[in-house]
């Protein structure tokens, strides 16, 4: 008998986008953190500074058209994109604020300071001037405008003055209006030589020795008003795969105009006049809303700069040292250890090294006869790349399957794809129309008669540097089930031939949204006959309507819901009448939580998955995804124990959400360990000790 469909009371989802921008806030708040190192806290405002960058690059073109006057919105529209221009202006003000009133004083008082041209010492005006004679000015080349000289190209995130000027030009016109272009190669901040610092660590922004020599650069003007500037473009990269004949090759092309789609966000500086601001937003096609004025660097992200010529290691987090995989022995392969039960690595508190010594074991054992991989974000500089290289050298059938549209990783997966290509590695790209993101390392092995394969399975990408700094659970096993679903699989991606047939996997387009609204349906009736039932999901985001859908119906059925989601979460927890057995949880921490565990149990009926894929549509319908089983009982309460159970419990790291979609964090005072020496411990910092405790 079918569930009843939800209540009829207000279902309405949550806003996607204004969610991810309040995910942001969330980490934002790890940056006002006083028991947070200090560089640590200036990273993580880096991090929001990128994060917002992306989100304007990939999102803000997805609404109607910025530049499409208020008019044309239909009511919806115009409503939903002004709660974002709200959202994003709110959380652009409270990162500057916290800049300029928060970390730059606290650098301040360690004896660090970005000097400001007004505040430098003449010693240190005539070394700036130097600088900026011998290193910038050569690269600077004002472009005045007039019919001659349109508006310059302005890249994508790029630094850029423009600047008012009076006076006559050498041909005696009244051109008043110059573009300054930065070029990317020069350093954001300039330590200043110790000689003429003191005994502190003074810089000076890039943006400033450029504004204190303006005059420079236009002899015989008068320089007037001016600001710096910069523009965000759409730089999602659209291609008609059913249009062109080698993706590989249009993706190339399609990379060298991406610095240049269509103009969705313009920053200057917060004195810069309302005659420029208007003329920068006319240039680029922008309303108001897309106007940020903000006080100090227009690209905060550019602070990394400042962290890395900081060699302070007080004010950064102590050194953490994963331990190596406590299920592996470095004294026996692999392989035999394999041979005896699977085998799951908690990274980052476990490193990553177990899965390269896997690889490393695959390619230098001369029974191996094929290895096949998937490739997603590994990165520019990658070892698992160099050993699939060598695995071809050594005459190993190498499959790969590189997916070309990892955004914003497109141009290093091409670059690997023809290296691979080159010394004779076969390289495919998977699916039109799909973005192949499932995690998949297949080696075929020959032992005595037979063959037997080996696989890794991930919820993260095969990428050592974020292995290092992202939650995920790498799944090493040799269970015939499983690995002859990974080599059905792969051959599903070399040829399309038909939809597979699979024993343990389950398989995005096809199979896998089903299957999990099926299992949360069974929960749910379960319920319904009076057997309690608990659902726990890991993820980062939550934003498909039918699975969310079927969670409200499990709710709604008396099944206990806890749902720990880092990012966007369009299901409201705990609205009356609706969700009121939800409850939703983002866990922000050191590290940034990647893994999907998805946990179902109705009575003696239990079952966990593991998977590549977040609840969103188009991971369940538009993405090859993989989830598959934890069938052994002592790995399965493993995951429980560290990924569902710890985080439930976290009291630290968690922000909890209301029924309005907004997020608090509890009061941690009330949650101190029970020795007030010691600082309480999240869930993340809980697994560090316990992994750091490990031989």
Request: glycine share 4%.
């Amino acid at each position: 008998m079918p569930l009843p469909p939800p209540k009829p009371v207000d279902t309405s989802w949550l806003d996607r986008d204004v969610s991810l921008l309040t995910f942001n806030a969330r980490v934002l708040h790890w940056a006002k953190k006083t028991d947070v190192p200090l560089l640590e806290r200036v990273r993580y405002l880096t991090i929001v500074s990128s994060n917002l960058d992306e989100f304007f690059e990939v999102r803000a073109a997805l609404y109607t058209s910025l530049a499409k006057p208020k008019a044309a919105l239909s009511a919806i529209d115009a409503q939903a994109q002004e709660a974002l221009s709200k959202a994003a202006h709110s959380l652009v003000e409270e990162q500057y604020a916290l800049y300029n009133e928060v970390l730059m004083p606290a650098l301040t008082k360690e004896g660090v300071r970005v000097v400001p041209h007004g505040e430098r010492t003449q010693a240190q005006q005539r070394w700036v001037k130097s600088y900026f004679e011998r290193e910038v000015r050569p690269l600077l080349l004002p472009v005045g405008l007039d019919p001659a000289h349109p508006f310059p190209q302005v890249a994508n995130k790029s630094l850029n003055f423009i600047v008012r000027l009076s006076g006559h030009d050498a041909f005696g016109r009244e051109i008043d209006i110059a573009i300054v272009k930065v070029p990317r190669s020069l350093p954001r901040f300039i330590r200043v030589p110790d000689t003429l610092s003191g005994k502190r660590m003074l810089f000076v922004s890039i943006s400033s020795v450029i504004r204190s020599h303006l005059k420079d650069l236009f002899p015989g003007r008068v320089v007037g008003e001016f600001s710096q500037f910069r523009v965000t473009r759409h730089s999602d990269l659209s291609v008609d795969e059913e249009d062109v004949k080698n993706l590989r090759t249009a993706l190339r092309q399609g990379l060298v105009h991406r610095n240049y789609g269509q103009a969705v966000r313009l920053e200057v500086s917060a004195g810069c006049s309302e005659h420029l601001s208007d003329l920068l937003l006319r240039q680029f096609e922008l309303p108001a809303s897309a106007l940020y004025r903000v006080h100090g660097p227009v690209n905060l992200v550019r602070l990394s700069q400042l962290i890395d010529q900081l060699d302070q290691p007080q004010w950064l987090w102590p050194r953490y040292e994963a331990s190596y995989p406590v299920q592996l022995s470095t004294n026996t392969p692999i392989f035999e250890q394999l041979a005896e039960g699977d085998v799951l690595i908690h990274q980052p508190f476990e490193s990553f090294d177990g899965v390269l010594a896997f690889l490393r074991e695959a390619v230098f054992d001369p029974q191996v006869l094929a290895i096949k991989q998937t490739i997603y974000r590994t990165g520019s500089d990658s070892v698992l790349m160099e050993l699939l290289h060598q695995a071809v050298q050594r005459g190993k059938e190498v499959t790969v399957v590189v997916e070309l549209k990892a955004r914003f990783d497109e141009e290093a997966n091409i670059n690997w794809a023809e290296k691979l290509e080159y010394v004779g590695a076969q390289v495919v790209y998977g699916i039109v129309g799909l973005k192949t993101h499932a995690k998949m390392l297949l080696v075929s092995r020959r032992e005595g008669r037979n063959i037997r394969r080996y696989a890794h399975l991930s919820t993260g990408n095969y990428n050592p540097k974020t292995a290092r700094l992202y939650t995920d659970l790498s799944y090493l096993t040799a269970n015939p089930k499983l690995t002859a679903d990974m080599e059905t699989v792969f051959s599903l991606l070399a040829n399309q031939s038909r939809i597979p047939k699979l024993g343990k996997l389950i398989l995005a387009p096809f199979h896998l949204q089903r299957s999990l609204i099926d299992w949360v349906d069974k929960v749910a009736k379960a319920a319904a006959q009076g057997v309690p039932g608990r659902i726990i999901l890991k993820m980062n985001s939550l934003t498909d309507e039918r699975l969310m859908e079927a969670l409200v119906r499990a709710g709604q059925a008396g099944v206990e819901v806890d749902l720990i989601v880092r990012g966007a979460c369009m299901l409201p927890a705990q609205r009356p009448g609706f969700t009121e057995h939800i409850r939703v949880r983002s866990i922000i921490g050191r590290f940034l939580e990647h893994t999907r565990v998805f946990y179902f149990k109705a009575g003696a009926l239990e079952a966990l998955y593991l998977s590549s894929a977040d609840w969103m549509n188009r991971n369940m319908l538009r993405r090859v995804e993989l989830a598959w089983p934890v069938e052994d009982p002592a790995l399965r309460k493993r995951v429980v124990d560290e990924c569902l159970t710890m985080y439930l419990a976290d009291a630290v790291d968690v922000w909890t959400m209301a029924p309005d979609g907004s997020y608090h964090q509890p009061h941690v005072a009330r949650h101190r360990s029970a020795d007030k020496a010691k600082p309480a411990l999240g869930a993340q910092g809980k697994l560090m000790a316990l992994y750091s405790a490990k031989p």
